[in-house]
Every structure is written in C-alpha cells, then in structure tokens.
C-alpha cells in the first residue's frame, strides 16, 4: 500500500468536532530528541485517517496527526490503538493490519504551529457493535443489573 504525501496548505481540514475515523496508514516518521537526556532518540508517527461519517460535511477526508512510536495503556498512541481494537488494555504487539479499516470515535482540534494550522486527534473511543451494550447483557442475562430477576412471571413487589 502506497501513501501520497500533503503539500503543506493545499488540504482542508475539518471543523473542531467529534467523528468517526478510520486508520488508512502511515504518512511518515520523525526522529526527535528524548525528553531526558542520554534516552535514545524520540520516533514519532504520523498516521493517515479517513473521516468515515455520512452523516458529516467531510465524509471521506484524509487527516493526519502525529503520534509517539512507543505505546503504552496510558499514552496517546495506547488510548488510540484501544479504541481502534475495542480493547481496555492494548496487546503486546500491534501490527499495523490490526489497525487498518476499522470505526473508532474522536475528537479533532486544530493546532497552530509557525502560522499554519494541523489537525491532531484527541480522546478515541471504541464504538461498540450494535446489540452488545449494556441493556442487552442485562437482558440476556435475565436480571435489571441489581439482581432483580426480570424473567419472572410475579410481579417485584
């Protein structure tokens, strides 16, 4: 899979909003110097998003945003990776076909740098099939949540 590089300014980029994203691929990688002195160089990535919201002016959008390399459950990249698997903890190791295709929600802001503005995605979250929230296990499972079997033909009282 081939990515096209943006010239800088010949894009559009959304509104300030929450949307539903898709991971297309990656754009590049930058080396920067470590936050701590003596750690080895910083890498970060700068992954490809497609808006994917019908419902949303800028359906089909490609976005970019730049994330760290390393990954762990409480970093930025982390939270990304779990929302797009729909997981609480990300796996030990992620191939970038996992990621690839798949819904997950978030928020864009716009960030301004040298005069010009980027789009960085904040807060992903998962969105869940629908029928596998809350209410349907509570259904199948035949009780309110507070132990009140909800399958019985007498009444609660």
């Known amino acids: 899979m081939r990515f096209g590089k943006s010239a800088g300014g010949d894009y559009e980029i959304p509104d300030e909003g929450s949307y539903i994203f898709k991971m297309t691929g990656i754009a590049g990688e930058r080396e920067h110097d470590p936050k701590k002195p003596g750690d080895p160089k910083d890498v970060s990535i700068n992954f490809q998003f497609v808006v994917d919201d019908p419902d949303s002016d800028w359906d089909g959008v490609e976005v970019r945003s730049w994330f760290p390399q390393r990954y762990t459950d409480a970093n930025k990249t982390g939270k990304l990776f779990a929302a797009i698997l729909g997981v609480s903890e ?34 992903p979250i998962a969105i869940r099939p629908k029928g596998t929230g809350r209410r349907r296990q509570l259904a199948a499972t035949g009780t309110d949540g507070a132990g009140v079997d909800t399958d019985s033909d007498e009444p609660p009282f």
């Open 90 to 123: 990300t796996p030990e190791d992620i191939d970038l076909d996992d990621l690839l295709g798949k819904p997950f929600r978030a928020t864009l802001l716009h960030t301004t740098k040298d005069g010009r503005t980027y789009p960085k995605l904040e807060t």
